[in-house]
């Protein structure tokens, strides 16, 4: 059974930074490109940053590029993301994924606020 664990979340003031982890179990890890997505409230999920299997090439989209970083640890099934220089409309769930036809987890909360 595919699994995705998402933690770190939580509320933070602008310009702060989080770091968020995502333990994945269920099916071959290492072998699989992994994201994280983020759905803000009234909002699309909407794709943030992928990795890929080694973590030789990464994917920023333009709204995080430059304050985020995807890394991962293929031992650990762990997929990584550091979140730095928080803006307000960073404020969203957030979850990762293998981008297959897996469900997906809960997510983390990230707000961020004054």
């Known amino acids: 059974q595919v699994q995705f664990v998402e933690s ?5 003031q602008p310009g702060g930074s989080l770091r968020l982890s995502c333990v ?10 992994m994201s994280w997505y983020r759905q803000a409230p009234g909002k699309e999920r909407e ?7 080694y ?5 920023y989209s333009d709204s995080v590029k ?4 995807i890394s991962r ?13 928080l803006k307000p409309e960073d404020t969203a769930v957030y979850y990762c994924y293998n981008n297959r036809a897996d469900p997906w987890g809960q997510g983390t909360q990230v707000i961020v606020s004054s």
């Not at 994945?24 to 490109?33: C, D, I, L």
Request: proline content about 0%; charged content about 15%.
């Open 47 to 53: 794709l943030v940053a992928s990795i890929n299997t």
């Open 8 to 12: 770190g979340g939580g509320l933070v």
């Open 55 to 59: 973590g030789r090439s990464t994917y």
């Open 73 to 85: 640890d293929n031992a650990k099934k762990t997929v990584y993301l550091q979140m730095n220089n």
């Open 24 to 33: 994945a179990s269920g099916f071959s890890f290492s072998v699989y490109t």
């Open 66 to 69: 430059d304050r985020f970083a």
